[in-house]
């Protein structure tokens, strides 16, 4: 990532994506409502009736949703415009950047995180080949996911229904222990394909923890690398992406 100019008091940094590692960064960085300014082109209708043209144009979005294509070496920042050519654009519609490598683009934030910035000034020092098995979990629900620095791969989501409180709590263990034994199968048959240099498992309350102190239990289970627990907010997918853009993964 080539950081080409740095407006700390107006929270802006202009950047140029040089590889695909960038792009990733980028895709953990940018959050919905902050504002992105990038050389685009939209198709423009001149004349009613016909299907218009592509123009190229500067325009500035407020970001609502970013997703990542790694096979198509793509980032898609999709927001509402704010600022462009009044003659073009109108005002409060959407657009999509579609963000590539050699990409120039400025990011503005009310407040940058110091993880963030690090992301950025640090993204070539990613390494490609480090791959992460991330486990979102709480009561009854986990997604599990891999990642690399550059690419994201959701593995599966499991389902149990677990007994409340007011049931014996032979019941409930009973449940829990078959909700674990569900995910531990999908963990250690992904860890015997795939060399997994960290295991994160996050996710709300203490489930994180029991499900941890159960993996360790387990003689199959041979695991040589981390294990880092951290606090999410669920056991969905979204919780694998609020722990990514968080300082957990740098």
Not at 120 to 125: D, G, I, N, P, V
């Amino acid at each position: 990532m080539k950081i080409l100019n740095i407006n700390q008091k107006q929270g802006e940094i202009k950047v140029k994506t040089e590889n695909l590692n960038d792009l990733w960064s980028l895709y953990n960085v940018i959050n919905k409502d902050d504002k992105i300014i990038s050389l685009t082109q939209r198709r423009v209708v001149l004349k009613e009736g016909t299907r218009g043209e592509r123009k190229l144009m500067r325009l500035k979005l407020q970001v609502e949703d970013v997703s990542f294509h790694e096979f198509s070496n793509r980032l898609r920042i999709k927001g509402r415009i704010l600022e462009g050519p009044e003659d073009f654009v109108s005002f409060g519609s959407y657009h999509t950047f579609n963000v590539e490598i050699l990409q120039e683009l400025t990011i503005i934030k009310e407040k940058w995180l110091n993880h963030e910035l690090k992301r950025l000034k640090e993204s070539s020092k990613f390494k490609s080949n480090f791959i992460i098995f991330i486990i979102a979990i709480e009561t009854g629900l986990a997604t599990l996911a891999l990642i690399t620095n550059f690419s994201y791969k959701r593995i599966a989501t499991i389902r149990k229904n677990i007994p409340g409180k007011r049931y014996k709590q032979t019941y409930r263990n009973k449940a829990l222990d078959e909700f674990f034994n569900d995910i531990q199968k999908v963990l250690i048959e992904n860890i015997k394909n795939t060399k997994i240099n960290l295991i994160i498992i996050c996710g709300p309350g203490n489930t994180k923890d029991h499900f941890s102190n159960f993996l360790r239990k387990i003689p199959e289970f041979n695991f040589t690398g981390n294990i880092e627990l951290c606090q999410a907010t669920s056991g969905t997918e979204s919780a694998i992406r609020e722990t990514s853009k968080s300082n957990k993964l740098f």
